[in-house]
């Protein structure tokens, strides 16, 4: 069985940088591609960007291009997502989720599209 379990996460001023970890377990990392997804208190979950199996292509939301950055590395079976600039509004909870249909593009934006999801660590940006 697929597990996910995120970590990282923790309260930090506006400006500052926070870096996730995501660790798979019961799986074949590198058949996987990965998402980052996030949910801020009374809004929908969002995405936040993705990566694919082996880290060819990599795919961030606007809100957060030019300040998060995602790699991978497939021999630790994890998953990284480094948080620069943080503002207020980054505040959330950070989920990853993981497929294994080698989706590309839009797809990897899709909640419905992953098949496994970890149970999400808090991030709290404030002053």
């Known amino acids: 069985q697929v597990h996910l379990a995120e970590s990282g996460g923790g309260l930090v001023q506006p400006g500052g940088s926070l870096n996730l970890s995501c660790i798979m377990s019961?799986?074949?990392?590198?058949?996987?591609?990965v998402g980052w997804f996030r949910q801020a208190p009374g809004k929908a979950r969002e995405f936040v960007g993705a990566?694919?199996?082996?880290?060819?292509?990599?795919y961030y939301n606007n809100p957060v291009k030019g300040r998060f950055s995602i790699s991978r590395d497939n021999a630790k079976n994890t998953v990284y997502l480094q948080m620069n600039s943080l503002k207020v509004e980054d505040t959330a909870i950070y989920y990853c989720?993981?497929?294994?249909?080698?989706?590309?593009?839009?797809?990897?934006?899709?909640?419905?599209?992953?098949?496994?999801w970890g149970q999400g660590t808090q991030v709290t940006v404030s002053a």
């Open positions: 990566i694919t199996r082996r880290g060819g292509n990599i």
């Open positions: 989720a993981a497929e294994e249909d080698d989706m590309r593009g839009y797809y990897l934006s899709l909640q419905d599209e992953y098949d496994y």
């Open positions: 019961g799986g074949s990392f590198s058949d996987f591609g």
